[in-house]
C-alpha cells in the first residue's frame, strides 16, 4: 500500500510532500524538501494514526536522503516518532540522511541518537 501526502504550498509555491509504504513487518516513510512546521503538523498526525493501527513492535524507516531543510520542528517531530516508537517496544531508522539532516542533527548533538542506516539491502537482511 503506498500513499502520498500532500502539504499546505509553501511560501515560495512549491508542494512539499511525505509518501509512505507499508511494508511486510515494516513502515517505510518518505521525506523530500523542506521538512518544517507547515509540514511535520501534518506528518506527525499521519504517523501516530499509522501507528496506532500497526502491529507490536513497529519498524518505520525514514528515507531523508531528497531532504534540503530541517528545521527544530522537524527534529522535534524525529525524537517524538523515536520516543513513540520505543515505548511500543519499536525502532526508528533513519535511512541515508541527506548531508543537510546529517549537520542538523549533528550540530544539536542528536546524530548519535538515532539508528541511521545507509544500505537497505544490508538493512532487509535483519527480515526473514
Not at 515560495?12 to 523542506?34: A, F, H
Not at 546529517?102 to 544490508?122: A, G, N
Request: overall charge neutral.
Amino acid at each position: 500500500m503506498k500513499k502520498q501526502l500532500d502539504a499546505a504550498r509553501g511560501t515560495q509555491g512549491s508542494m512539499r510532500n511525505m509518501e509512505y509504504e507499508i511494508r511486510e513487518g515494516w513502515l517505510k516513510i518518505l521525506l523530500s524538501g523542506d521538512v518544517t512546521s507547515e509540514l511535520t503538523r501534518q506528518i506527525k498526525n499521519e504517523i501516530e494514526t499509522l501507528l496506532d493501527n500497526s502491529s507490536p513492535r513497529p519498524i518505520v524507516v525514514c528515507d531523508m536522503a531528497r531532504v534540503r531543510f530541517l528545521d527544530s520542528s522537524g527534529i522535534g517531530m524525529l525524537v517524538f516518532l523515536h520516543n513513540k516508537l520505543r515505548q511500543k517496544v519499536g525502532r526508528l531508522y533513519l535511512y541515508q540522511p541527506s548531508v543537510a539532516v546529517r549537520k542538523t542533527l549533528d550540530l544539536v548533538q542528536l546524530l548519535s541518537f538515532f539508528e541511521l542506516i545507509d544500505d537497505e539491502m544490508e538493512f532487509l537482511g535483519q527480515f526473514p
